[in-house]
């Protein structure tokens, strides 16, 4: 499996930095309630699928089959391994599954939709 080699590629990079940062190098804060329950949840769901969309994108963007395996597989890798850095390289942020069943949503329903996406182009072309 060859990775694409274009915007969308470079902008998942960005976004991974930039989450990378977010999830385990910035402590969290505590000045203002969140909008609603579980908000963390949702931020983690959305974070995640936004990182997998990007990714999935560079491939549907060269009218290649994304890598669903591979991608499922590095979201999981990262959804644990940002778990485990909160808890042991933060102070104000903790381990939580939940968060990571939730960013483990995140990566399902956008490769779910590149999955649709992928096949609609294909059928596009018949």
């Known amino acids: 499996m060859i990775p694409p080699r274009n915007k969308w590629l470079i ?3 960005i976004w991974l930095a930039a ?3 977010a999830l385990i190098f910035r402590e969290g804060g505590t000045q203002q309630a969140p909008p609603f ?3 963390d949840k949702f931020a983690h769901c959305l ?10 994108k560079a491939w549907l963007h060269e009218n290649r089959r994304p890598a669903y395996f591979v991608l499922f597989i590095l979201g999981l890798i990262y959804a644990i391994s940002s778990e485990i850095a909160q808890h042991y390289l933060t102070q ?3 381990c939580d599954w939940l968060d990571a069943l939730a960013d483990m949503l995140g990566v399902s329903i956008a490769l779910h ?4 996406k992928y096949q609609l182009s294909g059928s596009l072309k018949k």
């Open 11 to 13: 902008f998942a990079l």
């Open 19 to 21: 989450s990378i940062y």
């Open 37 to 39: 329950p579980h908000f």
């Open 47 to 56: 974070l995640f699928f936004a990182q997998t969309w990007l990714f999935a």
């Open 92 to 94: 104000t942020r903790q």
């Open 113 to 116: 939709l590149a999955h649709i």
